[in-house]
């Protein structure tokens, strides 16, 4: 059955704010925290108002001592960011509803967040593009100011702070990339390499959280949810990172980004293979 017409025949219950702030709290969303949130309203849907309803949502939960952070970076745009006007399609609609809200604050750099709340400021603050998710990011800063992150209806392999261990490890891979931006007016292409890869294997983390239970699953909407400290992400994943710092990576032959990312530390060659699970110190 269509999934309109499962609406229609009440099949599909439409979640009021009322529930959301319940399920939220229930999951272990405290009032007055740091929370930065991904999420796939395609899965959190039906919700009462939409994307802005969940946004209100999430913001009461919060209360007004809490800060709630979103993704707001941009996508393959050959023009550059502009935080008053670039949308964040690729993270999700809620993300790019959130950003362009009244009173909502957004960081000037292409790997932009967007934040509301006492610690929205130093948050969405001046950071690097180069690196995109180290400590002087506002990953970084939820991260220092003991913070959570809340994944609805996506994976760990949406989640930014395993980025942040990554580059908090020390991990050697890169990718090539580059953003456009203006240099003294002139539109150029900045290019800079990345802690990257396809990401598919960040979803290791679920496993490593739950077994030293360290998230907390639940539902929101009719989302999976999940709710950790963005400190025991850290500490889970760099602890992993040091033991085998190609743990992300896929093996040889499945995806271009992992080639790239181990071509990057000279283990990109067939002939290396017998080496895998090696960290090279
Ligand atoms: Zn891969």
Redesign the pocket.
């Known amino acids: 059955m269509e999934y309109c017409e499962q609406l229609k025949k009440g099949k599909v219950q439409m979640t009021s704010q009322e529930q959301l702030i319940q399920q939220l709290h229930q999951l272990g969303v405290i009032p007055g925290c740091v929370l930065v949130v991904h999420c796939a309203f395609s899965k959190v849907k039906p919700v009462e108002n939409g994307p802005l309803g969940l946004i209100a949502s999430l913001q009461q939960a919060l209360e007004d001592e809490g800060t709630l952070v979103m993704p707001s970076m941009m996508g393959d745009e050959p023009v550059p960011f502009d935080p008053k006007t670039t949308q964040c399609l690729d993270m999700g609609v809620v993300a790019n509803t959130f950003w362009q809200q009244p009173g909502i604050l957004r960081s000037d750099c292409p790997h932009a967040f967007s934040a509301t709340g006492p610690q929205a400021e130093w948050i969405t603050s001046a950071h690097p593009i180069d690196p995109p998710h180290g400590l002087d990011s506002p990953v970084g800063r939820v991260y220092e100011l003991d913070g959570y992150v809340l994944l609805l209806g996506v994976g760990h392999d949406a989640n930014t702070t395993v980025h942040l261990a990554e580059d908090m490890a020390g991990v050697r891979y890169r990718r090539q990339t580059s953003v456009p931006l203006y240099q003294d007016g002139k539109l150029i292409q900045f290019d800079y390499e990345e802690i990257d ?2 990401c ?2 960040f979803n290791k983390v679920d496993q490593w959280l739950d077994a030293e239970q360290l998230q907390r699953k639940g539902t929101v909407g009719h989302a999976k949810a999940r709710l950790m400290r963005s400190r025991d992400v850290v500490n889970v994943v760099t602890a992993r990172l040091q033991q085998e710092e190609t743990i992300f ?2 093996p040889y032959g ?2 271009e ?2 080639d790239e990312a181990r071509a990057s530390i000279g283990i990109g060659s067939l002939g290396s293979i017998s080496g895998e699970g090696k960290s090279s110190q």
């Open positions: 890869h396809c598919e294997n990576l896929h499945v995806d980004e992992c």
